[in-house]
């Protein structure tokens, strides 16, 4: 089976710009959870969704938000960026909510 | 907050076997261990998981004490490329499960 994957692997974009991330699991997962990786605050939550449906979310502020389509692909949204949001950002397939997580390879997000 | 502790940091010889520990003595019934790494730069890779037995895979081995309260991942012949942070993460199993990853444990494999 293919793994997770992610695009773009890498993005550049100017503070106050928005920007979506794609994310496809792993075939037959109906699960998708987002994360953020900075050096600073290492991994954290961002959201999970089951089924197109939003199960969980982490302590990030409303400009981050995300949705799953029928077909499980995921997206996540940044609006109006800041230079803080410069990270990596992970996502995770599973194939149920409580089930073992498989990662992507990440898509690198630097705002200048 | 990570319900997790980890040393920060670990060295281990080439060839040799790399134990890794970690504590999570809050750690509740219906909750498992898992153990993630993460090589500079990827995705974490999943390694392990279990509950209360220890687990065995093509990867390394889970040793949970009879307490729960702590775990240690066993690579048996570490080569360089297990150069990675090690998370070990407690899963709540239930209907609002959030994963919490903690800082993890640097990994140094020495040649």
């Known amino acids: 089976k293919a793994g997770v994957t992610q695009t773009p692997r890498y993005l550049i974009k100017t503070r106050g710009q928005q920007v979506t991330l794609s994310c496809s699991p792993i075939s037959g997962h109906r699960s998708v959870s987002w994360y953020q990786q900075t050096p600073g605050q290492g991994l954290q939550f961002l959201f999970e969704?089951?089924?197109?449906?939003?199960?969980n979310k982490g302590n990030f502020p409303g400009r981050f938000s995300g949705r799953q389509f029928s077909n499980s692909r995921s997206e996540m949204n940044v609006s109006t960026l800041e230079l803080g949001d410069s990270a990596l950002y992970l996502c995770a397939s599973a194939s149920g909510s409580q089930e073992t997580q498989y990662f992507g390879p990440g898509t690198r997000l630097l705002v200048l | 907050d990570a319900k997790t502790t980890q040393p920060p940091s670990m060295d281990c010889a080439e060839g040799r076997a790399a134990n890794l520990p970690c504590n999570h003595s809050t750690i509740s019934g219906n909750e498992y261990v898992y153990w993630y790494r993460q090589i500079h730069s990827q995705g974490p890779q999943y390694i392990i998981h279990g509950l209360k037995n220890n687990e065995t895979n093509e990867m390394a081995s889970l040793i949970i004490t009879e307490d729960r309260k702590s775990s240690t991942l066993i690579l048996p012949h570490a080569t360089l490329r297990d150069t990675a942070v090690y998370y070990c993460i407690v899963r709540v199993a239930n209907r609002d499960d959030k994963i919490i990853f903690g800082k993890g444990t640097r990994l140094h494999i020495l040649p």
């Open positions: 969704y089951f089924s197109e449906t939003q199960r």
